[in-house]
């Protein structure tokens, strides 16, 4: 069985930095796109941060490109996403998913196959 858990969320001051972590079990970790969504109140669900698990290749959002990097630990099949000078801008339900992927990232939420129950990231001004 395929489970994607997140850890990490919280409340915290904008400026300040969080964490997050995704945790992979029930599939092989090599080959596969996986990442960060986020889904704010009334709005759709948005790419933040993506990687591909096998080329290293990554994706970030124009909205956290300098703030934000994500990184795997495919010995613990664990993808990592640091978020630093968050702003109330970033509060959102923060969403794990996966997708086999030969070097790709996809970007589409509509193409990952798997998603984690998500974790609540809140930052206030």
């Known amino acids: 069985e395929v489970q994607l858990v997140e850890s990490g969320g919280g409340l915290v001051q904008a400026g300040g930095s969080l964490r997050l972590s995704c945790a992979a079990s029930?599939?092989?970790?090599?080959?596969?796109?996986i990442g960060w969504f986020r889904q704010a109140p009334g709005k759709e669900r948005e790419g933040v941060s993506l990687?591909?698990?096998?080329?290293?290749?990554?994706y970030y959002a124009d909205s956290v490109k300098g703030r934000f990097t994500i990184s795997s630990d495919n010995s613990q099949n664990t993808v990592y996403l640091q978020m630093n000078s968050l702003k109330p801008e970033d509060t959102a339900v923060y969403h794990c998913?996966?997708?086999?992927?030969?070097?790709?990232?996809?970007?589409?939420?509509?193409?990952?196959?798997?998603w984690g129950q998500g974790t609540q990231v809140t930052v206030s001004s």
């Open positions: 990687i591909n698990t096998s080329s290293g290749r990554t």
């Open positions: 029930g599939f092989t970790f090599d080959n596969y796109a």
């Open positions: 998913a996966a997708v086999p992927a030969f070097g790709v990232i996809p970007i589409n939420p509509a193409s990952y196959d798997y």
